[in-house]
């Protein structure tokens, strides 16, 4: 309910027809997580800073978890508790 399925298909058609965008589409995530990232901007959630913040959390939270258990943000080493 954040937004409207209208307004997901404008901010991911605008960002695959960018003209850098791949011809093949092997880019189309990149596109994806773009317009994700723009619309929560937009709509007030979370800016770029909060996004990345949070992107880094999750990949050091993957690094810790070991092999075959499930990944969860309580897991990164470099959370503030």
Do not use: C, Q
Not at 51 to 67: F, G, M, V, Y
């Amino acid at each position: 309910g954040l937004f409207s399925w209208n307004e997901w298909a404008d901010a991911l058609s605008a960002e695959v027809k960018k003209p850098d965008a791949a011809r093949d589409g092997h880019d189309y995530y990149e596109h994806w997580l773009s317009a994700l990232e723009k619309l929560l901007a937009t709509k007030g959630v979370a800016g770029k800073h909060e996004i990345d913040a949070l992107a880094a959390a999750w990949e050091r939270a993957a690094h810790a978890t070991p092999h075959g258990k499930p990944i969860l943000l309580e897991n990164d080493p470099g959370a503030h508790r």
